[in-house]
Structure formats: structure tokens, C-alpha cells
């Protein structure tokens, strides 16, 4: 795949899926422009791109206002844009509902899933304007199937493929594609973490092995699956929600 003069913008493009996510198409030729809060590795992000095609806006995108700054920044770098990538997103773990509390909840559906509304929101316009365009937004095999103590998380993960497969419906008139990845456990600091709380990868199941089945990917594997989706390869594709799980929504225990 090629990605050869198009304009892309990613969230949480300063570490993890995102990272990986804005290296890889702008290695394969796309303009990309990341958004994110961390903003020392977004900051070395853009400084160590050698294809003079990555650029990283720090912006907290649970903010309006902060998500109308970026997209304008990347519509004033980019000149539009063909496609946008929602990685950005927060795992916490570890309280069963009861014990959440109300900022817990909050802040969880704000950056997993009202942050995507905002971008979206902001977005689609540039999209239209493009002729169409593609967006992917990142959800999780939480969507499908989960694990003791992750409520908000495997609730706005769910919510993020109704969302999707929703626009998909509203947009196609505009030529706008709209999928969700669900990816299973993946090599990011924020999976890291959750591995560690939880026992590590061996209590639930998990290994690093690249032959066994439900393995930890590398950030890089679901790169190119959302640089598939966004790709002229998947034109008849939306709607959709497309496992990237190495197989774990397959296994019975």
C-alpha cells in the first residue's frame, strides 16, 4: 500500500498505536500530523521523522477547544484532509463499577469516546471538502468480550463501534468510510501496565511467542491494519468492525 500524497491526522500519536500508527504512513508516503498530551515524546517523535512528512501538535484533545486548535493547525499544514485516525485513549483497570468513582467514569468516556466525537465532529467538514475520505477509530476486543474490572473501558470501547458503524451510515453520502479496529493486547505502555496489575501476561493467557495464538502484538501490526482501512485497497469497506486481536475473541478460555 501507498500512501503517497495523502493527509492523514492521528491521535494519541505520541506513543503506542499512534506512534507506530504515524511512523508507518508517513514511511509510505502520507502527510501525517499527530495530536496527543504527551508532548516531550511528540516533541521526539517529530524531531526524529527523516521523511519531513510527520509533524506532532500537543493538544489535550478531551478540550473543544483544543480539538478546534489542532484541526486547525493540520487544515494550516496540510492544506485538508483525507483520512483521520482516533488512537488516543486511557485503560484503567482494577475497580469493579461500585467502586468507581464519578471522575473515574468521566474521564474515561471523555478521552475514549467523547474525544473521538470531537475530532470527528471537526474533521468531517475537511473530509467532505476532500471529496471523502476515511476514518478509523480505535476500539477493543472489550467491545465483544472482557475482563473482571475494566467497566468504563469496555463500555466506551462498545460504544465506539456503534459510533462507527452509526456514521458509516450517515456519511457514506459524503464518500466518508468509518471502521473500528478492535485490537486485542498490543505492546504499548498503557497495555504494559494493565499486563503488570493484573498478575502479568501468563495469568491471563498471553505470550509474547509469535506462535501462539492471542499474542501481544507489536504496535506496528496495527499500524498497517488501519493503514489497510484507510488505503483505496478497502474502498468497499465501512461499517465495519475489524478484529486485530491475533486470534483472541476465537479462543474458548
Given amino acids: ?76 499544514r496540510l492544506g485538508g484532509l483525507d483520512a483521520v485516525v482516533n488512537c488516543a485513549g486511557i485503560y484503567p483497570t482494577g475497580k469493579r463499577l461500585e467502586e ?14 467523547t474525544a473521538i466525537f470531537r475530532v470527528c465532529r471537526a474533521t468531517l467538514p475537511l473530509l467532505r471538502a476532500a471529496g471523502g475520505g476515511s476514518i478509523v477509530n480505535i476500539a477493543s476486543v472489550h ?26 451510515l450517515d456519511y457514506a453520502v459524503d464518500r466518508i468510510r468509518v471502521n473500528a479496529v478492535l485490537v486485542g493486547s498490543v505492546a504499548t505502555r498503557m497495555t504494559l501496565d494493565g499486563l503488570e496489575a493484573a ?21 506496528r501490526e496495527i499500524a498497517t491494519a488501519i493503514g489497510f482501512l484507510i488505503s483505496d485497497a478497502a474502498s468497499f469497506v465501512t461499517g465495519s468492525a475489524m478484529q486485530v486481536d491475533g486470534g483472541l475473541l476465537s479462543r474458548l478460555l
Fill in 1 to 76: 500500500m501507498t500512501f503517497a500524497g495523502k493527509k492523514i491526522f492521528v491521535t494519541g500519536a505520541a506513543t503506542g498505536i499512534g506512534r507506530a500508527t504515524a511512523c508507518y504512513l508517513a514511511a509510505e508516503g502520507g502527510h501525517v500530523f499527530g495530536a496527543g498530551l504527551d508532548g516531550d515524546e511528540g516533541r521526539d517523535l517529530a524531531a526524529s521523522d527523516t521523511t519531513g512528512r510527520l509533524a506532532f501538535y500537543e493538544s489535550d484533545l478531551t478540550r473543544e477547544a483544543d480539538v478546534q486548535t489542532a484541526v486547525a493547525a493540520a487544515r494550516e
Fill in 100 to 113: 468507581l468513582s464519578d471522575e473515574d467514569w468521566d474521564q474515561t468516556i471523555a478521552v475514549n469516546l
Fill in 143 to 168: 467491545a465483544d468480550a472482557t475482563v473482571p474490572g475494566v467497566p468504563a473501558y469496555a463500555a466506551t470501547k462498545a460504544a465506539v463501534v456503534g459510533l462507527s458503524r452509526q456514521m458509516a
Fill in 199 to 219: 498478575g502479568g501476561a501468563e495469568a491471563l493467557g498471553l505470550s509474547f511467542e509469535p506462535n501462539r495464538i492471542a499474542r501481544i502484538a507489536n504496535p
